[in-house]
Each structure stands twice: as C-alpha cells, then as structure tokens.
C-alpha cells in the first residue's frame, strides 16, 4: 500500500544541527509530517519545531540516543505504533579529529557509533514496516572526507565511507520495493560544527567555488531525493560541495 504524501512521516536524526534542521525544514514544506531527532539539544530540535509548525507543516521532536541500541528500538516501536516512517534521513553525525598516530580509542569509538553504528541502530527497525508500504526513501548525510580523505580525520572518514557502502547494498536489498537508498556527501557547509575546523582563508584555498555551502543547499538536496521524483536514484553517493571534489 502507498500513502500519499500528506500522511508520511519522515525521521531526521540530528535535526538539532544546521543541516538537519534544515533538512527537517525542507522535508515539512513537502507535507511529510516530520519527527526531528535530537540527543542532547532537545532545545534546538523544539526550535526546528516550532519553525515549522509557524509555516503551517506538522512535526514533533523525538529524543534518544542513536548510539543505544535498545534506547533506538524502545524510542522507534513508539514511533511505530503511529504507522510507519517512510521517509528517513541520517544526519546524526559527530567528529573527533586528531592525527591518527595520537588517536585515542575513545575518539576512535565514538565517531564510528555515532555515524555508522547510529545509521544500523535507526534504518534496521524501520526497514520492514517501510518495504511493507512498497515506497521508502532513505538518506544517509556523508561527507566529503570518506570520499577524498582528509588529515586528521581518519575515524570520521572510515565512518562516512563505510556509509557509502552500506547505501549501495541496501539499495540493492530495496530496489524492487519502491524504496530508494542514497547518500548526500556535503562538503565544507556553513555551521557550527565546519566553523571550529576550518576558517575563511582555508575555504577560499579548499573550494573551488570560494564558499561554504549552505545548510539549506543540503537539505534542497535531500527533499529531491526524498521525492517521488526521484524514484530511480538509488544506491548512488551525491556530492554538493562546491566542486571540491569530483
């Protein structure tokens, strides 16, 4: 069975960051009835909220810890019970940069639970309910490091890789199910966690273009993936990131 538009529901992990927000934004103004994940910031994943539901769209903010296996699975069979969720974009996502040589394990760990174990701990329990409705979209926010590589990254860059594989497997296990499976790989975009990392001088020598993307390129980006226009992109990874990398 297909649901129109109007009554699908779309999970978007990190909706508290700028990307995700953003994405969870663009996603409401589609008319998918949007739950905008946060971990710690509940606050910022309120803000997205209210943001939307000011221009007329329907969402709720949803708590948990996509790293907590059993935290996932309690916080989705809730989320569940409403239906299914057939939309759903993984933007969770953490870095913990350091040069390899004097890489802690716990910096190791993390960044790997939080972009690659948090990926499984979310889409795994949607998967069934959501091939069951014969259409589904999914979207994991990479990056451009697990493309090119980047020094100091070497654990956020195996994390985002490792996406990209597993997107071009679940497209495959998807493919006669109306569900598409992608990956959008941002490269230097404007927020909190890029400003940290890398200043003005260091993007006007990175990026062709001269600039950092804008959260909301992103997430104009995702909502076309997250279409019905885009029924046949599956298993592909997208760059958008100012011809940085090809």
Not at 27 to 53: F, K, P, T, Y
Not at 61 to 83: H, Q, R, Y
Not at 106 to 112: P, Y
């Amino acid at each position: 069975m297909s649901h129109s538009s109007s009554t699908r529901r779309a999970l978007v992990t990190g909706a508290s960051g700028a990307i995700g927000g953003a994405i969870a934004r663009a996603l409401a103004a589609q008319g998918l009835h949007v739950l905008a994940h946060a971990n710690r910031n509940r606050a910022a994943a309120d803000e997205v909220v209210a943001a939307i539901h000011a221009t007329g769209g329907a969402a709720e903010s949803v708590v948990f810890d996509v790293t907590d296996g059993p935290a996932c699975s309690k916080a989705l069979a809730e989320m569940l019970e409403a239906g299914p969720i057939q939309v759903l974009v993984h933007s969770a996502g953490v870095h913990d940069d350091g040069v390899f040589a004097g890489l802690r394990p716990e910096q190791w760990q993390r960044v790997i639970d939080v972009n690659l174990n948090g990926f499984f701990n979310v889409a795994q329990p949607l998967m069934l309910p959501m091939l069951r409705t014969r259409w589904g979209r999914i979207v994991a926010i990479t990056s451009v490091a697990g493309q090119a590589g980047n020094r100091g990254q070497v654990n956020y860059a195996a994390a985002k890789s490792a996406l990209h594989g597993a997107v071009k497997s679940l497209a495959l296990e998807c493919a006669s199910r109306g569900v598409t499976v992608n990956a959008v790989a941002p490269g230097i975009v404007a927020s909190e966690m890029s400003a940290g990392t890398f200043d003005a001088a260091a993007i006007q020598r990175m990026v062709p273009m001269g600039r950092a993307g804008q959260p909301q390129e992103v997430a104009d980006l995702v909502a076309f993936l997250s279409s019905e226009k885009a029924a046949y992109i599956s298993g592909q990874t997208i760059g958008i990131n100012g011809a940085m990398y090809q």
